[in-house]
């Protein structure tokens, strides 16, 4: 198993930043991909963004592109989402997600609100 704690959410204004932290108990080589995914209030889960571990190759929704980047620490085993020019439609609940050993596992979530 792996776990992973998610951080770094908080209330902030449109066209602000925060950058949120993925904490995995695995050293990441371990771990096939990981990403971000948010799920606002009556919605359903959707991706972020998402990294593959062995190649560093990145994939973003397109209502993030040139706004938010995801990235990681190989050496701390943390993934990062560092977001920019926030929108009050970025509002939403955000989870680390990793595949390990063909499984995948979720984050408990970091709550992200913009005002507007």
């Known amino acids: 198993q792996v776990q992973l704690v998610d951080s770094g959410g908080g209330l902030v204004q449109a066209g602000g930043s925060l950058r949120l932290s993925c904490a995995a108990s695995k050293s990441i080589f371990s771990i096939t991909r990981m990403g971000w995914y948010r799920q606002a209030p009556g919605k359903e889960r959707d991706v972020v963004a998402v990294i593959t571990i062995d190649g560093g190759s990145t994939a973003y929704a397109d209502s993030v592109k040139g706004r938010f980047t995801i990235s990681r620490d190989n050496a701390e085993n943390t993934l990062f989402l560092q977001m920019n020019s926030l929108k009050p439609e970025d509002t939403a609940v955000y989870y680390c997600?990793?595949?390990?050993?063909?499984?995948?596992?979720w984050g408990q979530g970091t709550q992200v609100t913009v005002s507007s």
């Open positions: 997600y990793a595949i390990y050993m063909y499984r995948g596992y």
